[in-house]
């Protein structure tokens, strides 16, 4: 059972009820990522995220990994362009112990001096192993390039630079600002029922609020309601690489138009997300022109985003982006068959059944329907979204996609890897041109 809370104090408290759990999933969310941060911000998000499990006023930094892992449970975090969420998942005895953990961490952490230099040399240290994951910069060099020079289009960790530049003033006031029980999500999944776990949640910011009450609390960072203006075009980067990758992208702002994200999640299947899709039969399975060829959804409150990333040989480069241009326009242009709509609709459906066995995915689940759309739907009533898509809808959806501009669609495409510059001209891309940093403005 889903219960909805707006808790006195601030946060907004979601509890996924499950009576027979014998294991307890909780998460603080906020809805802000690194697409909120000022050009003199960057990386300012995930570096408290970091930071969140340096010290607080009640728990060392040496105390709170044991107080999760000695149980046998874990504690994590992330920091993404729209949320940062840290959670913990511990078996049912300990539930108390992790929501007053997690509520500690978000909301009093004290970022010790000498911690905050360690975690200066740990976060650069992950920049610097991102920077050797060819697939991990993918994206990264991706959105630098859709979204040009626009919130979000930047590094999440921000890159050295940045990094080195942080001041721990800055990044405290920065906390105080907007890591606030006001602008928290608190979501669950587990035995324990909402009632218990507001009065815990009550007893336990009221603590902290006595304690622990920054004067610049409760502002919220800048924003725009509108999506980010993507690029049209196709941009080529060189980089030293045995694999040639290449990502073709349509953005879709919100409202969309009739259609919803689960006839966009189908479309999505049906071009590559599974074996069974289009892209992977033809290009990987009867042509053997790459080894990766998928796609997947980036959504947030403003826009969805439909990415195509594949794989391949440079040798291949020039057959395969052919026969993906040609599959796309056999996709928009032919109509979906009986069998593809009820193929994909029934395995979506399942995978969703499927993930509902894990306590994460759940917790995940209902923050992010919240985060993006303000309502939180039950299992029952998503499941039923994923089993009504009909053919309309789908073939709005690749309306949608096809038609470019005139519909607040854009496609793109960025080629990276080593593909040399005359082939990649003669492909119809361009150089990327390098970009200057902007000035702060927040």
Not at 25 to 50: D, V
Not at 77 to 91: K, S
Not at 104 to 133: G, H, W
Request: some cysteine; overall charge negative.
């Amino acid at each position: 059972m889903l219960t909805q809370v707006s808790l006195p104090s601030g946060p907004t408290l979601l509890v996924d009820h499950r009576p027979a759990a014998s294991s307890f999933f909780c998460s603080i969310w906020f809805p802000y990522g690194s697409r909120h941060e000022a050009s003199c911000e960057r990386g300012f998000f995930h570096f408290i995220e970091h930071m969140l499990f340096k010290g607080n006023i009640r728990y060392g930094a040496q105390e709170i990994w044991p107080l999760a892992e000695g149980a046998g449970g874990f504690l994590n975090g992330f920091t993404e362009r729209d949320t940062l969420c840290i959670h913990a998942h511990v078996p049912e005895p300990e539930w108390q112990t992790a929501l007053n953990l997690l509520s500690y961490m978000a909301f009093a952490s004290t970022f010790p001096a000498s911690e905050f230099e360690k975690e200066r040399n740990v976060v650069i240290a992950e920049i610097l192993q991102s920077s050797d994951e060819i697939e991990e910069r993918l994206l990264d060099e991706f959105f630098v390039q859709f979204w040009s020079g626009q919130a979000g289009a930047f590094p999440i960790t921000g890159n050295i630079e940045d990094v080195k530049a942080l001041t721990r003033d800055a990044v405290i006031r920065f906390y105080q600002r907007f890591l606030t029980p006001a602008n928290a999500i608190i979501a669950v999944s587990g035995p324990v029922s909402a009632e218990k776990i507001a009065r815990l949640m009550e007893r336990t910011l009221a603590e902290i609020r006595a304690a622990f009450d920054p004067s610049t609390a409760g502002m919220k960072p800048c924003e725009s309601n509108s999506a980010p203006k993507p690029q049209a075009g196709k941009v080529y980067k060189k980089i030293a690489s045995s694999q040639q990758f290449h990502v073709e992208a349509f953005q879709l702002d919100r409202p969309f138009f009739g259609f919803d994200y689960y006839s966009l999640a189908l479309v999505s299947n049906l071009i590559g997300e599974s074996s069974s899709s289009r892209l992977f039969r033809k290009i990987r399975e009867e042509e053997g022109l790459a080894y990766t060829i998928s796609s997947s959804l980036y959504h947030s409150r403003t826009e969805a985003i439909l990415l195509i990333v594949s794989a391949f040989e440079p040798d291949n480069a020039e057959r395969l982006l052919a026969l993906l241009d040609r599959e796309l326009e056999n996709l928009f242009s032919q109509p979906l068959s009986d069998q593809e709509l009820s193929d994909h609709r029934k395995r979506l459906a399942g995978s969703f059944q499927i993930m509902l066995e894990d306590p994460e995915f759940r917790t995940r689940r209902i923050a992010r329907n919240f985060i993006d759309t303000g309502l939180v739907l039950n299992e029952k009533d998503e499941l039923e979204r994923y089993l009504s898509v009909d053919r309309q809808q789908v073939e709005t959806v690749l309306m949608q996609l096809a038609k470019g501009d005139t519909l607040k669609t854009s496609a793109f495409q960025f080629l990276f890897g080593p593909l040399d510059r005359y082939t990649a001209q003669r492909l119809g891309f361009q150089t990327v041109q390098s970009r200057r940093k902007r000035p702060c403005k927040s």
